[in-house]
Each structure stands twice: as C-alpha cells, then as structure tokens.
C-alpha cells in the first residue's frame, strides 16, 4: 500500500467538502441506557455501529474516546478495531481519542499501536498529552510523518481543572510562555512549511472564553471539544478562536449522542451542529 498524504492535507479537503464537524463516539454507560441498550459488548457494539452508520458518510471527523471501549477488556477493543475500520471506509478521518503519553521508548510503543499503518487500531490522528515534556512525543511525531497520520496534542483542554497545568509559567523560559503556549509553540514549528495544513494539531478547549493571548496559528488542526454538553456553542467559536478559526474542528459528542439511538434523529442533530458551526465560521 502507498504512504497516505499527510493527515494535514486530508483533513483540509475533508473539511472543505464536509464541514470541520467532528463527532464523537462515547458509549457512556448513561447513554446506552438511553439507548434501551445493555451495558455490555452487545450494547457497546451496537452503539457504535448505528454512530458510524449514520455519520461516517458526512462528518469530516469521528472522534471514538477509547476509554469507553477499553472499559469492556479485549472484546471492547475488539469493538473499537471495527468502528475505526468502518468509519474510514465510509470516508471519515478518525481520531482516536486516547490521550496517550509517557517517556519516549514506550511512546514509540504507543505510536505504534495506533499510528503504524499495519496496526489493528491504525487511526488517521491520535490525541497525546505532552506533559512529559513535548520532546517525549517525537517517536509519534516521526511515525506519524511516516505513515501520513497526525497528532493533537493536549494543549490548553475544555475542562476547568486544565489550567492549574496548563498555564503554568515555565522560570526558564525567555518569553515567560506558560505551558499551553510552549505547546502551540512547538507545533507551530512542526508544521513550519506545511501546505496547505500541517498535521500535528492542538486541543483547545471551545469552553475557554477570549484566547487572544495565545499565538493559535500554528499553521495545523484545532480540535476544539466542549460544545454541547460542556456549555460551549458554535457562536463561541469565532470569539474564542478568532482568525484561527478556519483551522478549527470543534468537536460534539454527547450533544449529538443524546439523541440517538434513531439513526435520522441522530443525523439531524449533527446536522443542526455543523449548519451552526458554518454560520459562525464564515461571520468571521
Ligand atoms: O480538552 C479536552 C480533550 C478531550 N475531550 C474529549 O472530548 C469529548 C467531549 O465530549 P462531550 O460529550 O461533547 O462533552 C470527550 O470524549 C472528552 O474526553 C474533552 O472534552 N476536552
């Protein structure tokens, strides 16, 4: 099989074709409930194929949150293997919200379970949290490259506890950055050169109010989670992310979930986000 283009570029043209939307894949065991489903594989199983069925042909994005699998053992893995492989054939960028991090030799493990095309769970991105320090990371950044897939790295993220990390001031660093700007910092050079989109992005939060302290044009993905059920709307967008806007996908999952499991019903709130999210991305 030939090398993929870049996540970067593909994820450009889904955007463009599509809209940024991305929806998220969150079997909560509340949600499966609503679903009259059981909390079990079969539940779990079903959930995710009526999610990808019903978006994987129009979303540029499905985002699964692996913790939802993983908390059913290798049989929800399992689950997991299959909803990536469906949402991909159907034309969806998947990014597998995993959040993994730790000290270089056993990132590259990690990298490899998820960003080596050959691997089971081979997603087009994969969320990392740099907080063993960003050089930690470079194993997925290379395999990444390699296999034409990308990262979002946690940055400054949706929730309210985030900050007490995240903006911390680094003593030694010159420009007195805290470290959610370190971390835009070095994707920007990541990306330095990237056309028309780089493919190592940034999570930040859409709950995180004016951001126009921070450098966003990092000249790769925004993915932005909170809209829906963490308060944010898509009218916060342009505020929270002025001309960087363009470059974001901001990310609903349980304000879409909630009202499955009728796969029209599902589909027309996706649609009712991504016709909000248009309206205020081109207001900028
Ligand atoms: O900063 C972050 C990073 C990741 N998430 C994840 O996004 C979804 C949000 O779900 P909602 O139901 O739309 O609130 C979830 O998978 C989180 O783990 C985030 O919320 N914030």
Do not use: C
Request: hydrophobic share 45%; glycine share 12%; net charge negative.
């Amino acid at each position: 099989m030939s090398p993929l283009e870049p996540f970067g570029a593909r994820l450009r043209r889904a955007m463009d074709d599509r809209g940024p939307l991305s929806v998220g894949i969150d079997p909560h065991a509340s949600l499966l409930a609503e679903w009259g489903l059981n909390d079990d594989v079969a539940g779990l199983e079903r959930f995710s194929r009526t999610v990808v069925e019903a978006m994987a042909d129009r979303v540029a994005v499905l985002k699964p949150q692996s913790a939802f699998f993983e908390r059913f053992g290798s049989r929800g893995v399992a689950v997991l293997e299959k909803a990536v492989e469906e949402a991909r054939a159907a034309g969806a960028l998947v990014v597998m919200d995993a959040k993994r991090g730790d000290i270089g030799s056993t990132m590259a493990a990690y990298a490899e379970s998820f960003l080596h095309k050959d691997a089971p769970l081979f997603s087009d991105a994969l969320t990392v949290s740099p907080y063993l320090g960003y050089g930690s990371l470079k194993p997925a950044v290379e395999l990444a490259r390699e296999n034409g897939a990308g990262l979002f790295v946690l940055a400054l993220t949706s929730n309210p506890e985030g900050g007490e990390v995240q903006h911390a001031v680094r003593t030694e660093d010159p420009g007195g950055r805290n470290v959610g700007a370190t971390m835009l910092a070095h994707l920007a050079a990541e990306n330095a050169g990237a056309q028309p989109l780089g493919s190592f992005g940034a999570v930040v939060g859409a709950t995180l109010g004016d951001l126009s302290s921070y450098d966003l044009a990092i000249n790769g993905p925004l993915l932005a989670p909170g809209i829906g059920a963490q308060g944010a709307t898509a009218a916060d967008l342009p505020r929270v992310f002025g001309a960087a806007v363009r470059n974001v996908v901001p990310n609903v999952s349980r304000g879409v979930l909630r009202h499955g499991p009728d796969a029209g019903a599902l589909r027309a709130a996706a649609d009712r986000f991504a016709e909000e999210i248009r309206a205020a991305v081109t207001s900028v």
